[in-house]
């Protein structure tokens, strides 16, 4: 399986005007859909008049623009979206999410047995809590949106074509050629922990049934579960349960857009979903049903793009808007075969 990450927008608090959307996506495409979403792609630059050099959504028209969600929404990939409107992000409520998730990780470093790793746990600490809001916020969506990857796809994608489930390869863009940039860095060192952390408060279910054969090295079965886990939370004792941190790190990488089709794929499909949630294309209506038909059912009818308010209050989504997210919840493809 390929996972294609991407994001649009700038993940800024408190920002003065509505509507100003930030996205992290990914698309999820088995091995053997790998040629067809590079079809689908040299038909559009072709369209565009162009070669092998990166497309993007602003040149393109719209037109175009659905005849490649036309062809993408043929194949079997899945299109995942956590996004956030930095209007009703507040900046006093990030700083205290982020000091409790320092806190805890202050708070865990007693448990340690060894001086080296209690050393490496303060660095951590101290090293998260210097993170910027912005970068804290685009750390969290993409924590977010790898859990919800590894909860969704992995059930999805048991029931249809297991064997994809052999290998997680997990591939991101690197927005600077020559060197890895500040978030990328951030997103290396701290996903692994806070991604186990929100997954301790937001188990993954294995469902019997479920043809897990392929992926058997990412599960640990009963009794195999690390001690400190069980003692955060003592219900997966004689359980089985998704190894997440070896999912995540089986094959990772950074890398130049220009030169991988995936990557431009999931910027359009990153930016195309940012563009409908401002409501800027023509046909809005047909957009989120093509973007709709990517995505996957969520539980109790949820809409298929997972919406974070970093603030108490929740918000309330537009009546237009809100008409758009029925949409996509009305053509997202059923989670259970």
């Not at 994809?164 to 997990?170: D, Q, Y």
């Not at 499909?269 to 563009?275: E, F, T, V």
Request: glycine letters at 4%; hydrophobic letters at 35%; charged letters at 25%.
């Amino acid at each position: 399986m390929e996972i294609l990450i991407d994001e649009s927008g700038s993940f800024t608090p408190e920002s003065e005007l509505e509507n100003s959307w930030s996205v992290v996506a990914a698309y999820i495409c088995p091995e053997t859909e790998k040629r067809k979403y590079r079809n689908a792609l040299n038909n559009l630059k072709k369209r565009n008049g162009l070669g092998r050099q990166e497309i993007k959504l602003v040149n393109i028209s719209e037109s175009n623009y659905i005849l490649f969600l036309q062809e993408i929404s043929q194949l079997n990939g899945s299109l995942f979206c956590v996004v956030t409107d930095s209007y009703y992000n507040n900046k006093s409520f990030i700083e205290n999410h982020k000091d409790t998730h320092v806190k805890t990780i202050v708070n865990s470093i007693e448990q340690m047995r060894y001086h080296e790793g209690k050393l490496a746990q303060h660095l951590m600490a101290k090293e998260l809590l210097s993170v910027s809001l912005p970068l804290y916020i685009q750390l969290m969506c993409q924590i977010r949106l790898v859990h919800t990857i590894i909860s969704q796809s992995v059930n999805y994608y048991a029931q249809r074509q297991p064997q994809t489930l052999k290998k997680f390869k997990w591939r991101l863009d690197q927005k600077q050629p020559s060197h890895k940039t500040k978030y990328e860095l951030i997103f290396e060192k701290f996903s692994p922990a806070l991604l186990q952390m929100y997954t301790l408060e937001n188990p993954l279910g294995i469902v019997n049934g479920f043809n897990y054969k392929y992926m058997r090295e990412f599960i640990y079965n009963e009794g195999e579960i690390p001690n400190y886990l069980i003692e955060k939370k003592t219900s997966l004792a004689n359980s089985r349960a998704f190894n997440i941190q070896k999912i995540l790190r089986d094959d990772i990488s950074y890398e130049d857009s220009m030169k991988n089709d995936g990557l431009q794929v999931i910027d359009l499909l990153a930016s195309g979903m940012r563009k409908l949630l401002k409501m800027r294309f023509a046909d809005n209506t047909l957009i989120a049903n093509l973007l709709g038909s990517l995505m996957i059912q969520q539980q109790y009818n949820n809409p298929p793009i997972d919406i974070i308010v970093f603030d108490e209050k929740s918000a309330a989504l537009r009546k237009e808007l809100d008409e758009l997210v029925k949409i996509l919840i009305k053509n997202s493809k059923r989670m259970i075969r």
